[in-house]
């Protein structure tokens, strides 16, 4: 079976890419699995989607935690742990990282033994999301690397998962692929695949023994007073309630009582003022309002305003 796993960040395409591959391998005859995998529905947030193909059908499920081939879309991710690209990764496992430095440099830095080649990224992209047509591009050059799938699969599957977006889109993704299609030909069946895991083969896990303490002396930040000051939750906000004092008719108790981190203080005269250092946008107090007083402001164009305040 093969099992490839897809690394980005929300908005480069990977939960295409892993569309497009197997929907390749399905046009030769495999049997596929293919599925993202991601947290909160947040741009730029760390994701990935994974591929199983086989002849024979599949009965794992889950996620790929032994991995044939890893192909990562930003190489930010990585360093960053908790994005998992290495995660299970073998002497076996080819590693395809899309990047301006070479593959000579990500071997040396990584000091792996498996197998890394590059893919030739923008370096003039100012944002990582933006990224251009890099899902179809990783699709082409993964499709190359199995061996076992024509040039024909690939450019029908593009077609047939990007039908919705129009030619002119579809052509510019088709020549990305074919293109890092081109570019993994010296490397064609170089990707073999792993084993079958039945379940006679399964271990069970060992027990990890975790020492009790006392709280005070395990989590002291946790219980202490008077710390979740110190997090400036609103730096998460993406949009920002703004008060327009004229129609507020001084209830004061609706949008303080509603506010779940409590980011909403009311003055002796009961004029609210918002915290935002610490609201985090999530904009209940706009539902509540009574005199629909409290808007919503993209946090962005909120800032913009302020520094032209400023700046005057």
Known sequence: MYRIRFHGRGGQGMKTASRILGSAFFAEGFEVQDAPRYGAERRGAPIFAYVRAARAPINERGIIRRPDLVIVADDTLVPVPASGVLAGIEARTVLLINSTA??????????????????????????????????ATCAGAAARLMGVLSRDALAGAIRDELAALGPEIIERNLENALEAWDSMQAHAGLVSEGDMTGATDY????????????????????????????VRTGLW???????????????????????????????????????YEHCKGCMICVAQCPPHAIGAMPEQQAQQAEAGGAQS
Request: one cysteine or more; charged letters at 25%; a negative charge.
């Open 102 to 135: 070479d593959a000579a440099t990500w071997q040396q830095r990584l000091n792996i033994r498996s197998p890394v080649f590059t893919l030739p990224a923008s370096a003039d992209v100012e944002d990582r999301a933006e990224l251009p047509y890099i899902g």
């Open 203 to 230: 271990g069970r896990p060992d027990w990890a023994e975790l020492p009790f303490e006392s709280a005070r002396l395990a989590a002291p930040t946790v219980y202490a007073a008077a710390n979740s000051v110190e």
């Open 237 to 275: 906000r993406t949009l920002r309630p703004v008060i327009d004092h004229e129609k507020c008719n001084r209830c004061w108790w609706v949008c303080s009582t509603f506010c779940p981190d409590g980011a909403i203080d009311v003055g002796e005269d009961g004029t609210p003022e918002i915290d």
